[in-house]
């Protein structure tokens, strides 16, 4: 998440603040082995291994007895008993430990099959930074197709200026599996405030629990463990956690060049205007993408429908939605949506 000055000149280097964020949800048909499999029984040395090869590792933990979270050189991991969420950003490479990752999964959990998964990210600043099989979405499918021969490829918005990919499998559940009600709500956003992405460095903050309170972080959703890291010499991350298994996760890349903020998080909510609403003002981006994933066992399986309906995103209507595009999938709905500030 830090970037560094180059001392040969005087400009910043560089650093992809968009992340490639990788969920997989685990299953076997073996009754015993989904009763008694559960991702955290896998050590954190096989963890801390695997991550190696996606070039990132772990520099904090927490956990409750839902979820296990993971803050990463590199952004987050979160496991629960059947599910992995992988957000990487900089220049790491996910997709190369998906062999792996299968291979772990089976040998210390029993589950051999993989029931969902979704593979997405924004498009990037600086593509040709990126190492294979990340150069291109179209590569990144390749290789997920090898895996999933049933894997579908999406891309939402424009593929000139902003826009967003999505990789999943879209296959029907078995009859005799009763889903879980599942969402998810992530906010990409750019062309952050020069003050409060400010907030995000060393020369203001001499600690990451003071970001966390100088810049509401810690308010945006209430009752949540946090585990926070700010880098050296700028940048910051973040987990939260709640004793029902929800988690938040919030990414910072502050340099003006590049800036860069994300937040994702599957609390479920009847309505998500006014978390939006919160990130929106704490944050102030001038441009950002919003993406709602919901299931029809959801509270919140009308929230993506709420989303594609609503030109403005805050009461002052600051945000003017550029484009908006919904998808039904055979187990979920997604709404992404784009939106520029008005100019002032």
Known sequence: ???????????????????????????????????????????????????????????????NDQVDAYVLSESSMFLSKRRLILKTCGTT?????????????????????????????????????????????EEEVALLDTY?????????????????Y???????????EKAEPDQTLEILMTHLDPDVMAIFTRDMCSSAAEATQKSGIDKLIPNMI???????????SMNGISKSGSYMTIHITPEP?????????????????????????????????????ANKESIAASCPRELEQNDYLNSSEDWLRTDAQYCRFKNYDLTCAFYSRFPS
């Open 1 to 63: 998440m830090a970037s560094t000055k180059d001392d040969s000149a005087d400009s910043v280097q560089f650093f992809e603040g968009v992340e490639k964020l990788l969920e997989i949800w685990f299953t076997s048909n073996n009754a015993k082995n989904r009763q008694l499999g559960d991702l955290r029984q896998i050590s954190r040395q096989k963890w801390e291994s695997l991550l190696k090869i996606v070039r990132c590792e772990i520099i904090s933990f927490c956990r």
């Open 93 to 137: 490479t996910p997709l190369q430990c998906l062999e792996p990752l299968l291979k772990l999964v089976e040998q210390y959990t029993g589950f051999d099959e993989v029931e969902d998964l979704f593979y997405s990210r924004k498009n990037y600043k600086r593509p040709e930074l990126q190492i294979s099989p990340h150069h291109a979405f």
């Open 148 to 164: 999933f021969p049933d894997g579908e490829a999406y891309c939402l918005g424009s593929i000139d200026t902003d826009c967003w």
């Open 166 to 176: 999505l990789y999943t499998l879209n296959r029907e559940k078995p009859l005799q």
């Open 226 to 236: 946090i585990d926070d890291f700010l880098f050296e010499p700028c940048g910051y």
């Open 257 to 293: 060049e590049f800036s860069y903020v994300s937040f994702e998080s599957n609390i479920p909510e009847a309505s998500y205007e006014e978390i939006i609403r919160r990130v929106l003002n704490t944050f102030k981006p001038g441009k950002f993408v919003v993406t709602i994933f």
